[in-house]
């Protein structure tokens, strides 16, 4: 009996011992580009638990023992900061990780009081309405004479916009010129446009209704205009191209469709049953359903569904072949190169995403991620800092962000990626801003153009006129380029006080 409990005792230890070395392993992670000698911080995120613990060592190595599971790996060493998500197997393997630690990117203003879309050119910033409303608006660089203003767009003063992007042959705006009269029927238009949104060519796009809403999106060559039926798609290899017809078969006729997105010959579409914010199905008793989700996939001649239980915010196509699904504020990745999506892995706490031609971009805990899909890395592009983010928009080589500074004002800010930032010029005029000299700042490239505040106007006898004191308007210039000075904001910027 006395053997049978040894045994048993022995069995018991060996199944537990068994478990602990089939769940836990070792995460390794070596950085590159840092300093030696320089502290390192690391944060290991448990997606799961959605506990973070954090080490700091000036190894440029770190190794932890976790628990199976997937593991966000956060590294800020300074100014630079890389990121990676590692899954972490069992019985004491070790899962190692390379994570490049990187400067957010360069940014400069570029505009003042942006409407809620934007296309940033590289050198001139147009922004319109997002809903349809007529018209839209150039953001005038500043310069010696005068700071940044908005003009409208002459043959854009009637037409909505209904979408900007590029490709191969340029600039490409999707316009409703729904001007409709007796001599001028309304028309839904192509227009390419220069990088100083000036027309290059114009094309009436026949095949569409000017009675409905379109979306145009960049795809192969050329560009993708559809409706919000999602039913058939038009593809145009540039804009005097007579359009091909792409059928879009829904998968479920219970459900619709709520997003489509576009990149290079792939296209995938999303349903559901809950497009308009409230399930649409009950079940017998009377019960709301789950929200079901379906994406479709079309890449030449392959096709693929995913099916998900829970409401989905976004899809794109990102990476090479790869389909970026947000949901309940994680980030899920598939591949999409089958013909059945494979999961690939996730990251949690994300607000919004967005691509460009270089990266996905994810917006969470207060900073743009550029994560490069196809390995799970990315870095920080930009911290919002006090700002508030309204808006962003991807584009070629960086993106704009609509910010909300503490005057509730909007400004934008373009990020080039293929740039690292030197003076994080965006953080020092907001504290400028702060000042009790200052009644406005107005920035754009090199310029910041100043309005102070010397206090109420004093009557000046001499000229019979209320006026501001001339002694106070020189003291609060004093303290203002005082200030600037103290901000670290160099000589490379022209700093214009005026009232």
Known sequence: MRNKILLGSIGALFLGALWWFSNYSFIEVQTVSTASQTEVVYDLANQSSNKTKTTKTNNQSFKKLVAKGNYEVSVTQGDKYGFIVVKAGGFLGTTKKEVKLEKERSRQFVGNSPSGCMYYSGSLLLSYECSGHPGANVHLPADQTRSTTVVKVPFLTEGQVEGITETKEGIVALVNQNISSEDIPATQEAYLLRGDFTIAKQVSLNSLSPKKPYAISSYKDGFLVYDQSMALAYYYSSVSAQPQNIAL??????????????????????????????????????????????????????????????????????????????????????????????????????????????????????????????????????????????????????????????????????????????????????????????????????????????????????????????????????????????LGIGNDYNIVITL
């Open 249 to 486: 078969k829904t998968p479920d006729p219970k459900l619709k469709p709520f997003a489509l997105s576009a990149r290079a010959d792939n296209l995938a579409v999303a349903y559901s049953n809950n497009t308009s914010g409230q399930v649409a199905d009950m079940d017998s008793q009377g019960v709301s359903k789950a929200v079901q989700s379906v994406i479709s996939t079309n890449k030449s001649s392959l096709a693929s569904q995913l099916k998900l239980t829970g409401e989905v915010t976004a899809i794109k196509l990102c990476g090479s072949s790869k389909l970026c699904v947000l949901s309940n504020k994680k980030l899920s990745v598939y591949d999409v190169s089958g013909s059945k999506p494979k999961y690939l892995y996730s990251v949690t706490n994300v607000d919004w995403i967005e691509t460009t031609n270089k990266n996905l971009l994810l917006s969470r805990n207060k900073e743009i991620l550029g994560l490069d899909v196809d390995n799970g890395s990315g870095y920080r592009g930009y911290s919002y800092g006090d700002y508030k983010l309204c808006g962003i928009h991807g584009g070629a080589n960086g993106y704009s962000l609509c910010l909300i500074n503490n005057r509730q004002s909007k400004v934008t800010l373009y990020l080039n990626q293929e740039k690292t930032d030197s003076d994080s010029i965006d953080k020092k005029i907001y504290k400028l801003q702060q000042s009790s000299d200052i009644k406005s700042v107005s920035a754009y490239g090199r310029f910041i153009y100043i309005s102070p505040n010397p206090g109420p106007m004093e009557y000046d006898s001499a000229a019979g006129e209320f006026d501001y004191n001339p002694a106070k308007v020189a003291a609060a210039k004093t303290r203002i380029m005082q200030k600037a000075k103290e």
